[in-house]
Nanobody, 121 residues
Framework: VQLQASGGGLVQAGDSLRLSCAVSGFSLSRRVMGWFRQAPGNSREYVAT????????LYADSVKGRFTISRDNAKNTVYLQMKSLKSEDTAVYYCAAAESLATSASAYTYWGQGTQVTVSS
């Protein structure tokens, strides 16, 4: 099982960025997928969740209205579209898979390696 996050980079405040998480080793179609982030010196923080069908999405208050999580089960890929980025969004972003909808990191079984997002102000 492998989750490969990509798409991070250095952007300016107000810019947009789209992260991708390519999954291999299991079918994405029956898994809840989530994004978390961790800034230096901070604990891992919940960002967003999407149900296996894509019909339900959940967001942390800090990103609601700016970030959009989506998925393409045929491509075994999950996305995180980030708009109006702020310096406080700077972190390593991780994708993860769970059996059911959850916002707690402990509910997620599989994790990707993370991709760095740096937002300069």
């Amino acid at each position: 099982v492998q989750l490969q996050a990509s798409g991070g980079g250095l952007v300016q405040a107000g810019d947009s960025l789209r992260l991708s998480c390519a999954v291999s080793g299991f079918s994405l179609s029956r898994r809840v997928m989530g994004w978390f982030r961790q800034a230096p010196g901070n604990s891992r923080e919940y960002v967003a969740t999407i149900s296996w069908s894509g019909s339900t999405t959940l967001y942390a208050d800090s990103v609601k209205g700016r970030f959009t999580i989506s998925r393409d089960n045929a491509k075994n890929t999950v996305y995180l579209q980030m708009k109006s980025l702020k310096s406080e969004d700077t972190a390593v972003y991780y994708c993860a898979a769970a059996e059911s909808l959850a916002t707690s990191a402990s509910a997620y079984t599989y994790w990707g390696q993370g991709t760095q997002v740096t937002v300069s102000s």
